[in-house]
């Protein structure tokens, strides 16, 4: 008899999401993940005192706790959370601001965005309408050939301008590809971002990582952190087991594997197919701390911005280390429902080009960062206020922090543009979860989760 049911390889949203599903129905099942804590892309750490959460911006697919049938409360019966014991703090309004002072603002009330298109652009409302009633018709679950979106929004909507604006947050909230997208991964990013909205946790990112933590032990689940998989054994062509960094052999019935195409093509010692699989949008972002009492001097109107100052919005990995032209600038306390602390924190982030990041010496590498981080403050100062003089702390990471602290090829933190949707891959009872399947940010990788364990582990494993 194996070790376990189930062995789960990261303990980043989807695989805790997973654990929990497969525990819940008394599955014997262990999650290894080589960090010291749990997270991946969506976890946190201290400096100086302070806590930085490295992944979150906001959380999409808000739902109030009486919407039965909303994706968000589906996925917490899944994993029997109570929306008592996770409380959740709605935007305040975010804004989509392009040059020549364009804006569009939209919040968890969908009729805002509407209302704002209608009188902003009103030789377009009628298109947008139109465009309303494809996107509700229209499954984006079941498998179909790609569509590209620039096309079918270009049947809609005759203004490149409100095209960009509406791709801008969609894009570089869930978008592997460059410059235009499957336009099922647009339904669902127009669903889960304009017509439900954001929020986050009332509390810290940590505190909900323990609560799915908890979650997992309290329904018999194992995780081992600093257990890094060095490769899968294999028998007769089956995933037997995992072979850890100290050579620590486990066996087991089955795997999901939740870091991504490459890496998981590595541990089963085939190529990993690095041409196909790894993604091209990677970011830098820089965090930083000011006191309370510099929010005078910083426009905080919106609790997300998302900005461009090019003549078009291009989503692609630009030229130089860093595009600025374009990025985000997020308020990640300003949330209704949650107090003003002594410090409050403002976060930026911009896409970047992984090869050159990764290419320059330890020299160039703090030079570039400086340089970088210069020309984004300044940028961005146009919009928000001068913030720089008040800064008391900050810390920026880069496509290669990315890569380091994850297994994502490349720093692309929505991985593969080329998704394995079904999660199959060439080793029969070995799965793949969460970026890589196609679900993308934080709500989207536990649905990968707990869909690949209810379509695939729940059935194969009679436990
Ligand atoms: C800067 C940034 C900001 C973001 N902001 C948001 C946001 O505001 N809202 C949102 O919804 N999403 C956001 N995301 C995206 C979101 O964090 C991810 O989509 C989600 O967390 C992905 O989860 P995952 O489980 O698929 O992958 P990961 O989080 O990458 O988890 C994989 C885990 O596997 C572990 N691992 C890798 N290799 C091995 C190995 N060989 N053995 C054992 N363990 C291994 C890794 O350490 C990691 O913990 C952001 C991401 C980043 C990087």
């Not at 935007?91 to 009330?109: A, H, K, P, V």
């Not at 961005?380 to 702390?393: D, E, L, P």
Request: aromatic share 12%; hydrophobic share 40%; net charge neutral.
């Amino acid at each position: 008899m194996a070790d376990y049911s189930l062995i789960i390889i990261g303990g980043g949203l989807s695989g805790l999401a997973a654990g929990i599903r497969f525990a819940r129905f008394g599955g014997s099942v262990l999650i290894l993940e080589k960090h010291a804590i749990p997270g991946g892309l969506n976890s946190y750490y201290y400096r100086k005192g302070f806590l930085l959460e490295t992944g979150l911006h906001a959380m999409t697919n808000f739902a109030g706790p009486g919407e039965k049938r909303a994706p968000l409360n589906r996925l917490f019966r899944q994993l029997k959370l109570s929306r008592q014991e996770f409380v959740t703090r709605e935007q305040y309004s975010s804004l989509i601001y392009f040059q020549g002072n364009n804006t569009l603002s939209f919040s968890n009330d969908f009729a805002l965005l509407r209302e704002e298109i209608a009188c902003r652009f009103p030789g377009e409302r009628d298109g947008f309408e139109k465009l309303l009633a494809i996107v509700d018709a229209y499954d984006p679950f079941t498998p179909k050939k790609w569509v590209s979106t620039r096309t079918v929004l270009g049947r809609y909507l005759h203004d490149p301008l409100l095209t960009d604006m509406l791709l801008l947050p969609l894009m570089v909230y869930g978008n592997s590809e460059e410059h235009d997208m499957d336009f099922s991964q647009f339904v669902i990013m127009f669903r889960s971002i304009y017509q439900e909205g954001f929020f986050r946790p009332g509390a810290t990112m940590k505190d909900f990582l323990s609560l799915l933590v908890d979650k997992f032990i309290s329904f018999g689940g194992e995780i081992r952190y600093n257990s890094k998989v060095e490769s899968v054994a294999l028998r007769d062509g089956k995933a037997c087991g995992v072979v850890l960094a100290g050579g620590e052999t486990i066996s087991c019935d089955a795997v999901v594997s939740t870091i991504g195409a490459p890496g998981t093509f590595e541990l089963l010692a085939l190529p990993r197919q690095e041409e196909k699989y790894a993604g091209r949008m990677s970011f830098v972002e820089s965090i930083y701390i000011l006191p309370r009492q510099a929010r005078e001097t910083v426009r905080i109107d919106n609790t997300i911005i998302f900005y461009c100052l090019a003549d078009r919005f291009d989503y692609g990995r630009p030229r130089e280390a860093v595009d600025p032209s374009w990025g985000v600038i997020c308020f990640p306390e300003h949330f209704v429902g949650i107090p003003p602390a002594d410090y409050f924190q403002i976060r930026i982030t911009h896409a970047a080009n992984y090869d050159l990041w990764k290419k320059a010496s330890a020299l160039d590498y703090k030079a570039m960062k400086e340089e970088w981080g210069a020309k984004s403050r300044r940028i961005t100062s146009k919009i928000i206020g001068n913030y720089q003089q008040n800064i008391v702390y900050e810390d920026s990471f880069t496509p290669v922090t990315i890569e380091k602290y994850t297994a994502k090829a490349q720093g692309a933190v929505y991985g593969s543009p080329v998704k394995v949707k079904d999660g199959i891959t060439p080793c029969g009872n070995l799965f793949i979860a969460g970026t890589d399947q196609g679900f993308l940010g934080i709500v989207g990788a536990m649905l990968s989760g707990v869909s690949i364990v209810n379509q695939h582990i729940l059935k194969a494993i009679d436990h």
